[in-house]
């Protein structure tokens, strides 16, 4: 019998633990406080800033939102940075990726302050990220390893197979399911678009995730007897819905079901997940920035 790994009610609890987090700063006199920064009219740029901003209203963190008009000099947004690093009632500042082709994205990431940079990709995170020393997660991948320990699914000494290796899912994640740790100890192989037969290496896993932005590529062909199936991707493709069109993970749902132990849906697997860690990484920056001991869940 295959279970559904339910993000949204995962999620849930992690909102709830860090509410209590949340209640320990204000004691202290400190409200955490989240800067979005939108420099794009991409609707699903706007929709996924909005959403964050929803989630701090609802555990209370201090949402501040900037938006930039696209056509600006990018020294606009180098600036907006730089104020937001010397803003005490900011703790955590994040760009919405991608930014505009003007933009240097990497000179973006650089120029916010480490301890601010809730998203973890500024280059001295990503470091200690790999040197086994982490500040700030990034928030996909810890929402997928939070996942994993909430249905008590084994990473030490398991096949973690990850298909996708871009900077924001698939190398993160397979750095931190690599650490000498717990929620780490497995076996990684990090899978991208040369990789050579695909299909033998997926099902060799016992925790497969799909994070390749291929709407529903991965099916019970490539999943092996009793995996864990995580499906990063959002994929929009057309339907016949008001909106014209509808999301769909990089994972054949049905299909692999049939084959799977554990698998996440899409929507309601990752993506809340996302939201919860961003909202914890606040959390977390507001506690170091304010010393403030706060327990984290
Ligand atoms: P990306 O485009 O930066 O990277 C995709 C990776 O997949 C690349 O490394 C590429 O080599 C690999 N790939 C592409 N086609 C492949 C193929 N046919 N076979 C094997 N590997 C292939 O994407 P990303 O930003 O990492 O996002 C991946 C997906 O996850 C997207 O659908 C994105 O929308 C989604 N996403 C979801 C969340 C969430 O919260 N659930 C967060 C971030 C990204």
Same mark, same amino acid.
């Given at each position: 019998m295959t279970e559904d790994i339910d993000g949204n009610a995962v999620a849930a609890d992690i909102r709830e633990s860090l509410a209590e987090g949340i209640e320990t700063l204000e004691a202290e006199g400190v409200t955490p406080g989240l800067a979005t920064v939108l420099m794009s009219d991409d609707p699903a740029s706007e929709t996924y800033v909005s959403m964050k901003q929803r989630d701090c209203e609802e555990v209370g963190i201090n949402g501040i939102h900037v938006e930039i008009d696209? *056509?600006?000099?990018? /020294?606009?947004?180098?600036?907006?940075?730089? $104020? @937001? %690093?010397? *803003?005490?009632? =900011?703790?955590?500042i994040l760009v919405q990726m991608p930014v505009p082709d003007h933009v240097d994205d990497r000179q973006v990431l650089r120029s916010i302050d480490p301890i601010k940079d809730?998203?973890?990709?500024?280059? /001295?995170?990503?470091?200690r990220l790999v040197a086994g020393n982490d500040?700030?997660?990034?928030?996909?991948?810890?929402? =997928?390893?939070?996942?994993?320990?909430?249905?008590?699914?084994?990473?030490?000494?398991? $096949?973690?197979?990850i =298909?996708?290796?871009?900077? !924001? =899912?698939?190398?993160?994640?397979?750095?931190?399911? @690599?650490?000498?740790?717990?929620?780490? %100890?497995?076996?990684?192989t990090v899978c991208?678009?040369?990789? *050579? $037969?695909?299909?033998?290496?997926?099902?060799?896993?016992? !925790?497969?995730?799909?994070?390749?932005?291929?709407?529903?590529? !991965?099916d019970a062909e490539m999943v092996g007897e009793g995996a864990t199936v995580i499906d990063v991707g959002i994929n929009r493709v057309d339907a016949d819905t008001e909106k014209g069109y509808e999301l769909v993970g990089d994972v054949d749902y049905d299909s692999a079901k049939q084959q799977a132990d554990y698998i996440t849906p899409v929507p309601g697997g990752v993506g809340p997940m996302t939201r919860a860690m961003l909202l914890y990484n606040t959390v977390k920056a507001a506690g170091l920035q304010e010393d403030v001991d706060v327990e984290l869940p």
């Open positions: 696209p *056509d600006a000099p990018a /020294e606009e947004l180098y600036d907006t940075i730089d $104020d @937001l %690093n010397a *803003d005490p009632e =900011v703790h955590g809730v998203d973890g990709f500024h280059p /001295e995170n990503v470091g500040r700030y997660r990034p928030c996909t991948p810890h929402g =997928v390893q939070k996942l994993l320990e909430a249905y008590d699914i084994e990473t030490e000494g398991a $096949d973690a197979v =298909v996708g290796r871009s900077n !924001i =899912v698939g190398k993160p994640l397979a750095n931190l399911l @690599l650490q000498k740790a717990p929620d780490g %100890n497995a076996t990684v991208h678009s040369r990789t *050579d $037969d695909l299909e033998a290496k997926c099902r060799n896993a016992d !925790i497969l995730v799909a994070a390749a932005g291929m709407p529903e590529f !991965i």
